[in-house]
């Protein structure tokens, strides 16, 4: 009896009609000839009350669904999570679906209505957007099902509580190797670069077609085949490439959700996998004010399976970042030339100036390459017309933020340090940009 109560609900419904009769016995205080009419209508209310509930209780029906969730979810990225629903019913049912999503996504009012009829099996999908590395908690998920009188509710749970990991970004991962793979790096906003030159590391003897290089033609192919023939060379293999990934306080800034940490961490992870798609190594340090993890830089086939790893457990500290220890590290165990990429952030060119030597140092044993973010919260503010004394005082500190970080671009170009000042959202299309430019000017 117990559980009957429990999955027993009134629908509105009947209380819409239970509202209207009783006030039809209202009104027959003032014309009795309603109160039979009233009596009749309590009685109609009553038999179909009991219809129902011998409808959705009273035979073997049942409502059965499932949930299908990924193996891990892709932090930044819609992650697609589908449900199944059917029912043992002979006739329409009306369905709300009510998943228990993890907390973190907030998703309190979020309810599914669906009309199946009987013996249909129905697919849906929703998507979730983690913005936080981590664990995530699902719960059971609860159908409310209603027949076609719609006057008793009768829910179903589904135990299918479960707990499903969120990774740094997979999904924009295997989208630009795919597009990497098939050549079409554009679609996702990747500049193709025009190289300067050619490499001395020959590939191949392959047929001449036009837009090649005539300078690259191999006149002895070309005399003992009969067609003219050119050399084709390649970029450079075997490069180091290390992403070096700030966690001190000013990754700490959020954008869209996302803390700055986590696009640099999403961004490591795609500019690694090209870079051994490219064939070159990819390594990984991450640092705050202590070096805390490293990837040594390989092109293994179990390379990124680690760096994906190390990348899941990383989390933001509230410290200073020491640069010094980071260039006494990078001495000591990084002695081959390579590809630094760092991510960080610097909000005055004061800040850029202390760390600067220790800048130049590492850019005159590798090639540094620094990522800033750009505020993006302040271009409402600049774009705003000020209407009071207040607000265009607000505005100049606005506009002064903006220049510090455009002066800090600058601060590095002056000193031979490549930087880009990118927005968050557009970090990965504009680092997997940069490197390949740098492969194409023969830089790494």
Known sequence: MIPFFRSLYLA????????????????????????????VALLLISLFLGLDLLLM??????????????????????????????????????????????????????????????????????????????????????????????????????????????????????????????????????????RLGHTTEF??????????????????????????????????????????????????????????????????LVLSNIAIYKQDKGGLITF?????????????????????EVLYKQETRFLEADYGRLFAYLKRQVPQRSLLVLFTNFESLTALRRQLPYFQRMARSHLLLVILFENTELHELLDSQPDTTEDIYIKGIGEHFSLEKRLIVRELEQHGIPAILTPPEQLTVHTVNKYLEMKARGMI
């Not at 300078?215 to 192919?221: D, G, I, S």
């Open 12 to 39: 509105p419904r009947l209380f819409v009609l239970l509202g209207i009769n009783a006030g039809l016995f209202v009104l027959a205080f003032m014309l009795p000839v309603v109160f039979g009419v009233a009596q």
């Open 57 to 194: 209780y009273g035979g073997k029906g049942r409502v059965e669904a499932s949930r299908e969730l990924p193996d891990k979810l892709s932090n930044g990225d819609p992650n697609p999570v589908a449900l199944e629903v059917t029912h043992s019913y002979p006739f329409e049912l009306t369905l709300d679906l009510v998943d228990e999503a993890p907390p973190e996504f907030q998703l309190r009012n979020q309810t599914i209505r669906l009309a199946l009829p009987a013996g249909e099996r129905r697919e849906l999908t929703y998507t979730l957007r983690p913005v936080e590395r981590g664990e995530y908690d699902f719960g059971d998920l609860h159908l409310y099902a209603r027949s076609l009188l719609g006057l008793v509710i009768r829910r179903f749970s589904m135990p299918l509580a479960g707990t499903v990991p969120c990774y740094p970004s997979y999904i924009q991962m295997r989208q630009y190797q795919l597009l990497a793979i098939s050549n079409r790096l554009t679609e996702m906003g990747v500049k193709k670069i025009r």
């Open 203 to 268: 590939e191949q003897i392959k047929e001449y077609v036009r837009g090649d290089d005539y300078r690259t033609v191999n006149w002895k192919a070309t005399a003992r085949s009969g067609k003219l023939m050119v050399n084709q060379y390649t970029d450079a293999r075997s490069q180091n490439v290390y992403c070096l990934v700030d966690k001190s306080r000013a990754m700490k800034m959020p954008f869209e959700g996302m803390s700055l940490l986590d696009y640099a961490i999403n961004a490591a």
């Open 288 to 308: 705050a004010e202590r070096v805390d993890a490293t990837v040594p830089a390989s092109s293994k086939a179990t390379q990124m399976n680690r760096i994906m």
